[in-house]
Structures are given as C-alpha cells and as structure tokens.
C-alpha cells in the first residue's frame, strides 16, 4: 500500500510492537508516533495489567501471542501481521523526541522505495546535562516485502541486507522496567534442555554472566567460548573487539592482568584501535606503575572518534572524559602537575559536576599554588 502526495508516492508505515505488562510506559510510546505511522500492531505476550486497555486508545491491531522464551519468533509473529510498505519496531520503552519526530516525517516523505532498511541511532544513557553518554544503531524501518527476519531468541537481532540507507533520525530509550533476571533465566533454562548454543547465544550469554557479576561463570564460558569464537575468524567485527574487551574486563576482575593483556592485544587484529580498548590497556600499564606508556594509550584513546556509521555500541565516556581523567592521575603521579592540571580540565568540560573531576581541581589548584609561592 502506497500514498500518493502531490503526484508523489509516500511510502507507509506499519508500527509492530511485542509487549506485555507495559502499562506505565507503552501510552507513552505510542503518543510520541501514533501520528507518524499508517497502522499499530501489537503482539501481546501474556499481560496481566492494563496494557491491552490502554493500547485499545490507539489501535484495534492487537494480537496474543504465547510466550515461548524466544523473543525473535514474537518479532516475527508480530512483522507477519504489518500489511503497510515499510515496517518500525520499538519496545514500550522508547520514544522519539520531538525533533526526530520532525526528521522521521521528512524521512518518509523522502524515502526512497527501493531502500530496503534504514538505520536509526538508538540513544541508550545521559548524563546530568542531558547528552548521550551510551548509543548504537538499529535497522528500525525496513522494507515489508523483503521478509526480514528476526534471528535469536535473546539479544534477536534483524538481518537485513541489500540498500541501506544511515538516517539522522533517533530512538530514545526511557528507562528499563524489564526483569533484570530475565534474559539470563532463559539462557539457563536453554542450557538445562541441553540445548546448542550457537557463537552468539554463548557471547551474549557470558555477557549476562558478566553484567550479574557472575565472573567464574563468565571467564569459564569466555575462555571456552570467546577464544573459539575468534578463532573462527567469522564473527562481527563488532562483537569481536566487544568480546575481547569483556574478557579482558573478567580477567582484570579476577586479578589475572596479563591474560586481560594478551586479550587486548589480540582485539588490534581486528583494525584500529577503539577507544574502549586503548583505555584498557592504559589501565593495565596504569596498574604496573609504568604511567608514560599507560599515558600514550589514554592519549590515543583521545584521538579515536566513533564512526557516524558505526553499528556496535558506542559508550562516549572512553574517547571524552574518561580518558583525560586518567591522564590527569597518571601526571600527577609523575610530578607533572600542571599538564596533570590540563587534562582535568578537559574532563571538566565533559564532566562539570563531577566529584571527582571538581577534587581533582581543589587538589591540583593548591599543589599549583604551592609551586608558585615556593
């Protein structure tokens, strides 16, 4: 189904949703897009609450679906459902604020239809002023015909290929009322059926592992796993690189710093270095005292600009504040106060209200002080 504007063809679009026991978020969502697609779809998968009620205020394209632990079936079930041009996906916890709003209806009206998914950036964490502090991107719009599907059932991931096309569009993300057990419950139920992981269900399941500080657990399926998956040479470059930080990240906890550092190294295989990787290996040299090499790698970290392309996370703290603030330790504790002093301040402009940047500043302003009476 296709509109016709000013003798032009506007593409349509088919909002799918999955939910379930989403009422203090889901009014929320649909408010901020009811009027920039062409039809709601709505999976339900077993809400107990008034989610259902409330979506009825939107659309009567409401759908049950039972929960079977795969949230890629549901995605499916629920894109099987759209009957318009183009199909959007959110969970009940985003929205679009109002300036993408105004960008997603210019995009519309520009797309063209032969494009066969468009990426929007997916804005994760702020700080206190306000700015993006945690991003990546996702094909959020993609082209109905196609028939996409939704791959995994944790952690799913679309797979899409063809014409793409990077809008400057954002999805925002308002907050996570998810069952913080969940994702982790499901991998372990897999694992009891005696089920067969495949590389991407054993990565995002020792990153469970790892966000629940569950870190014997985590460096058993690491060493077992990330170390096969990167031998096969076929993994995302992103999952790569995120793989070797987060073993390194386990190795570092678990007080084995060189195996963190072999990891490391390792992960500069995959192209130039990030500056999530730069920072760890500044960190090891940092904690063997040798602070001019753990300065060339923040330095480096501070030259590492992500790409506007880039699909993997994006955590901004590692080539901004973060960075400079090490740096800042590292020439203090080499007597170098006053360029110890300029990084601080570098991070001050990222980070004003920080405590520890605003010590570091009392600190090394009387150190400064000191120096100039003596």
Known sequence: MTLHLGGEELVTVSLCMIVKDEEQAIGRCLDSVKDLVDEIVIVDTGSTDRTKEIVRRYTDRIYDFQWIDDFAAARNYSFGQAAMDYILWLDADDVLLEEDRKKFVRLKEQLDPHIDAVTIDYHLAFDANGN????????????????????????????????????????????????????LRIYDQRLARGETFSPRDLYYFANELCDHRQYDRAVYYAVYYYEKFLDTKKGWVEDNISACG???????????????????????????????????IGYYFFQKGDFRTAIFWYNLATQQEPS????????????????????????????????????????????????????????????LNKKKGG
């Open 132 to 183: 993006v502090t945690f991003r990546t991107k996702r094909h959020r719009l993609v082209r109905r015909e196609r028939g996409f599907r939704w791959v995994g059932a944790v952690h799913e991931y679309l797979e899409v290929r063809g014409n793409i096309l990077h809008s400057d569009v954002a999805v925002t993300h308002r907050g996570d009322g998810r069952d913080p057990e969940r994702n």
């Open 246 to 280: 987060r073993l390194a990240d386990c190795y570092f906890a678990l007080r084995e710093p060189e195996k963190a550092y072999q990891t490391l190294t390792q992960c500069l295989s995959f192209g130039p270095p990030r500056a999530e990787i730069c920072c760890r």
């Open 308 to 367: 506007s392309q880039e699909m993997g996370f994006v955590n901004t703290a590692w080539h901004t504040w973060f960075p400079h603030l090490q740096l800042c330790i590292c020439y203090d504790r080499l007597g170098e106060h006053e360029t110890a002093y300029h990084h601080n301040e570098m991070a001050r402009k990222y980070q004003p209200n920080s405590p520890q940047v605003l010590h570091n500043k009392r600190y090394l302003e009387e150190v």
